[in-house]
């Protein structure tokens, strides 16, 4: 049974960082790093959205509107996906969902809420 287990989330000013990180069991170190992980957020009233997505390849896609201001990274030795965020803003209130993509096969964290607020 895969497991993703988010956490870092909070409350934070605007301009602010977090570190959000993202822990996956039940799968192999092997199978992991072969598969794409991201970080998916939905705010309210809104619709699900990706954040940002690093492949199996090392490739790295970003929503423009986290573009130069987040980073995403992988460590495969533990089976862990980060998120640095940096000059957050309150547009970027949402609850952040870890997702590992493996084929047809998808799961979700159970997401970690990052509220961006003075």
């Known amino acids: 049974q895969v497991q993703l287990v988010e956490a870092g989330g909070g409350l934070v000013q605007p301009g602010g960082s977090l570190r959000l990180s993202c822990a996956a069991s039940g799968i192999s170190f092997s199978i992991f790093r072969l598969n794409r992980v991201g970080w998916y957020r939905q705010a309210p009233g809104k619709e699900r959205e990706l954040v940002a997505h690093i492949a199996g390849t090392g490739r790295i896609d970003y929503a423009d509107s986290v573009k130069c201001r987040f980073t995403i990274s992988r460590d495969n030795a533990k089976n862990t996906v980060y998120l640095q965020m940096h000059s957050l803003t309150p547009e970027d209130t949402a609850v952040y969902y870890c997702?590992?993509?493996?084929?047809?096969?998808?799961?979700w964290g159970q997401g970690t809420q990052v509220t961006v607020s003075s």
């Open positions: 997702n590992l993509r493996s084929g047809t096969r998808s799961w």
